[in-house]
Nanobody
Framework: QVQLVESGGGLVQAGGSLRLSCAASGILFSPGAMGWYLQAPGKQRELVATITSRGTANYADSVEGRFTISSDNSLNAVYLQMNILKPEDTGVYYC????????????WGQGTQVTVSS
């Protein structure tokens, strides 16, 4: 059974930094891609950043230059370094693993709350 566990959320002042972590267990094959998504209050979940198994990263325009996604394939873990945080970065952050073998499946973490005060 695949499980994703996130950590690292919290309360921070605008301009501050946080580092989110997401570790997966029960995975037999390396994921094809991993990502972070934000669900802000009253809004739909949206993409923040993704990274492929080969290390290609993609970012939402709103976080480009402030956030950095990285991964450790040997640990089946993905990280999100968030700098220069803004109040609009507030919400629940979810990690997602996309597995390609033995079949394509997506797994989500339970979410971690990030609150940025102005």
């Amino acid at each position: 059974q695949v499980q994703l566990v996130e950590s690292g959320g919290g309360l921070v002042q605008a301009g501050g930094s946080l580092r989110l972590s997401c570790a997966a267990s029960g995975i037999l094959f390396s994921p094809g891609a991993m990502g972070w998504y934000l669900q802000a209050p009253g809004k739909q979940r949206e993409l923040v950043a993704t990274i492929t198994s080969r290390g290609t990263a993609n970012y939402a325009d709103s976080v480009e230059g402030r956030f950095t996604i990285s991964s450790d394939n040997s640990l089946n873990a993905v990280y999100l370094q968030m700098n220069i945080l803004k109040p609009e970065d507030t919400g629940v952050y979810y990690c997602k693993f996309t597995l390609l073998f033995p079949s394509r499946r997506e797994y989500w973490g339970q979410g971690t709350q990030v609150t940025v005060s102005s």
